[in-house]
């Protein structure tokens, strides 16, 4: 299939895009810690960091913020975003409550610990084998445990004839299919095409700002305006310092999820700044 059937019947990008930008919503940046840093005390030290620079960065602004760090790491992390707008975030959760599954941890177990949101379906795990199926339980259980689930979805590569759409639209279609409307909106949309992560590839702003329609179109027409206004889509894959501003500007996104520059508090705070500029 064609690029041109994502496309059909979409409102006319100018008109959409337009009639989007009416409605303000709240920036938001998370940072994806991965399996980074080594030892809890630098964690501590980066931790502490984040949280101070990027409140200077953020002022009075409205923008939402997060980190998701190792889970390991939560209570220690916890102490230091404690009482500051900075939400502590997990990078994958289990769809169940309990259960014999080795090495998982619960949505529930995350909540209990102050996690107010959770990566789901980064790429590195669906690398590992999880399917659209396994992303959308773990999206429900993040839903059902009352946290944000952070759904990511991308391409591995871009062909010319414009199917990667088709994978996006897959990917997202699995974890939408079943919500309701109110659920919907709590979902946060990380695009995140898999071959611009840790790479220093990126797409255009204008190749973000067409996904990112597409992606509205799927919710417009599944839950109408209301709905689609209010679902946040982060772009995420090398966003730098450098890049932010150009992606917000042009890119029509509502924030990111930032990998590597989220681990120097300095990149992290302009990212922010690009956010509210
Ligand atoms: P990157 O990672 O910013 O280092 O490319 C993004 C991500 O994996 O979420």
Redesign the pocket.
């Known amino acids: 299939m064609k690029y041109i059937l994502i496309t059909q019947n979409m409102p006319s990008p100018m008109v959409y895009s337009l009639h989007m930008a009416k409605v303000k919503r709240t920036p938001l940046v998370i940072g ?1 810690w ?1 399996m980074h840093p080594a030892t809890l005390e630098a964690a501590k030290r980066l931790g502490k960091d984040v949280v101070t620079k990027a409140l200077k960065a953020r002022g009075t602004a409205s923008c939402d913020i997060g980190i998701a760090v190792p889970t390991l790491y939560f209570d220690e992390i916890g102490k230091i975003t404690k009482g500051k707008p900075i939400m502590l975030g997990a990078q994958n959760a289990a769809a169940g409550a309990v259960g014999a599954e080795t090495g998982e941890v619960s949505a529930g177990m995350l909540a209990e610990r102050r996690a107010a949101f959770v990566i789901v379906g ?3 795990r669906r690398a590992r084998g999880e399917d659209n199926a396994q992303v959308t339980a773990r999206a429900a259980g993040v839903l059902a445990a009352k946290m944000i689930p952070v759904v ?1 979805i991308g391409e591995q590569s871009r062909d010319a004839e414009g199917d990667f759409y088709h994978i996006v639209h897959e990917q997202l279609d699995a974890v939408f299919a079943n919500l309701g409307g109110t659920a919907a909106t709590r979902v946060v949309v990380a695009y ?1 095409p898999v071959w ?4 220093g590839l990126t797409p255009t702003a204008e190749d973000v700002s067409t996904m990112r329609l597409a992606i509205k179109k799927y919710l417009h027409e599944k839950y109408g305006d209301a709905v689609a206004n209010k679902v946040r889509v982060l772009y ?4 730098t310092e450098e890049n932010a501003l150009e992606f917000m500007q042009n890119g029509m996104i509502d924030g990111f ?5 989220s681990l120097e508090a300095v990149r992290f705070a302009v990212i922010i700044k690009a956010c509210i500029a």
């Open positions: 994806n991965k980064h790429s590195e990511c995140e611009a992560i840790g790479t995420g894959g090398s966003v999820l930032v990998g590597g520059a």
